[in-house]
């Protein structure tokens, strides 16, 4: 026997080792998850789709929505005359492009539309959309402030329409089966979640390169803006707008809801938290923005604490954490991992040295009699992993909203989950410039301060 494998440890190993592979079986199956396939459509089932927005998310969207059965994109739409070429780039010369959004939306040929537009614009296309009586895919965060989500969530419910948010982790093969492992308990009762994501680079601070050719020429700027206050054209924040609060959420908007999204479709809630209190600065990136580089935050909800820490000067182990009394189930971007605890003591208490003699004597007997495992008694579990593709493809979500659109059946991350999302990042970003926990007030539906 190694030294450092005690009897105890051996006898349950020895007995439970069968008995474990059994468990298993049951529980997972083959370790490595099987991706989601696509099923043909049929010639008078064709989806045609417009796209709102053909940046860096946008073109992404269009390509992997082109490469679905069935699947067609019809018209494009952007701010940026560049965006016009790359959109014909992907989907073909023919494609019309417009800077004008509603074009698409007045068009009879398009059945739905995705939205990949700066958060600033996302209620107002989305609105929009759901009341020309088309359906409409929109790019996370679902909203730029609460009062936005409460508005969108009244009007998509009232219209009838599909609205689909993109946290695109809620749909892919990887979540599901870490939504199963929880649902059967695994990790005994839920004490908390830890999720974290990190990032050590400019293009990871959103530092992104300017396109050569932007110019006031190329560019609807004035259109671009909205109804925040006008400025000057500023090439920066159009490719950056991301680090200013008048256009993004911050790394709250970016990073946090799609971990949040996550957290809530595993543990299979549709809510949002009740109280939060953040903190964090502007550490590494000082180049003008007003949102935090830095921010971390704590979260009570219903059954549990949440603690989210985002990151862009430090690259860290990303993911999330389910702390039970079981054990831990760690799930990031390809794989599970269940770290099994058994919630008991591995040896008899040191306390017990306070005992006199003979007391403690009879104290540890009787603890080696209770607790010291035999063969045939119960084992204690062992730990498993699982893999799969990243839980940021983007084929399977899109699959999850063009089904949906075609069957009407309601799709996985609808108009309320995207808010309830949401709004744990409106939170997290209040409290951080309150420098005050905050609440969610759902009879007024406003954010509050604590």
Not at 203 to 208: K, R, S
Not at 326 to 342: A, C, D, F
Not at 397 to 414: A, G, I, Y
């Amino acid at each position: 026997m190694p030294k450092d494998l005690s009897r105890r440890k051996f006898l349950q190993h020895s007995a439970g080792s069968a008995a474990i592979a059994a468990a298993n079986s049951v529980f997972l199956g083959d370790s490595r998850l099987e991706a989601i396939s696509y099923l043909e459509a049929a010639p008078s089932d064709r989806l045609r789709f417009g796209i709102i927005g053909v940046g860096m998310q946008g073109s992404d969207l269009l390509k992997n929505s082109i490469e679905l059965p069935g699947v067609e994109c019809v018209a494009a739409c952007d701010l940026y005359d560049g965006r016009h070429r790359l959109a014909r780039e992907i989907a073909g010369a023919g494609v019309p492009t417009t800077r004008r959004y509603q074009e698409l939306l007045n068009n009879k040929e398009i059945d739905c539309i995705i939205a990949a537009v700066p958060d600033h614009w996302h209620k107002k296309i989305v609105v929009d959309t759901v009341l020309a009586g088309k359906d409409i895919y929109c790019e996370k965060p679902m909203s730029h402030s609460a009062a936005d989500g409460v508005e969108m969530v009244k009007t998509a419910r009232s219209s009838g329409r599909i609205v689909q948010i993109g946290s695109q982790g809620v749909s892919s093969v990887l979540y599901a089966k870490a939504k199963e492992l929880l649902e059967k308990n695994i990790i005994g009762e839920l004490m908390m979640v830890e999720v974290a994501q990190g990032r050590n680079s400019p293009d990871g601070a959103w530092q992104y390169p300017l396109p050569p050719d932007i110019s006031p020429q190329t560019v609807d700027w004035d259109t671009w803006q909205g109804e925040v206050a006008k400025r000057s054209f500023d090439p920066k924040i159009f490719a950056r707008w991301r680090c200013w609060k008048e256009y993004g959420t911050g790394v709250a908007g970016d990073l946090m809801v799609h971990l949040i999204s996550g957290m809530l479709f595993m543990l299979g809630l549709n809510e949002a938290p009740k109280r939060t209190l953040a903190t964090g600065g502007i550490l590494r990136w000082k180049d003008g923005r007003n949102m935090p580089d830095v921010h971390a935050a704590l979260f009570d909800y219903d059954s549990h604490a949440v603690y989210v820490r985002l990151n862009l000067g430090t690259e860290t182990h990303d993911g999330y954490r389910f702390l039970g009394s079981k054990g831990i189930l760690e799930v990031t971007g390809h794989t599970i991992n269940y770290l099994p605890q058994s919630g008991r003591d591995d040896s008899p208490s040191y306390y017990a040295q306070s005992f006199p003699k003979e007391l403690r004597e009879e104290y540890v007997k009787k603890w080696h009699e209770e607790n010291d495992v035999s063969p045939g008694k119960e084992p204690v579990s062992e730990g498993f992993s699982y893999t799969s593709v990243s839980s940021g493809e983007l084929k399977p979500h899109l699959w999850n909203f063009f089904h949906s659109v075609r069957t009407r059946q309601p799709v996985v991350e609808d108009v309320v989950f995207g808010h309830h999302a949401a709004l744990a990042c409106h939170m997290a970003n209040e409290s951080y410039f309150q420098r005050s926990a905050v609440v969610w007030d759902a009879a007024a539906q406003k954010i509050k301060t604590s």
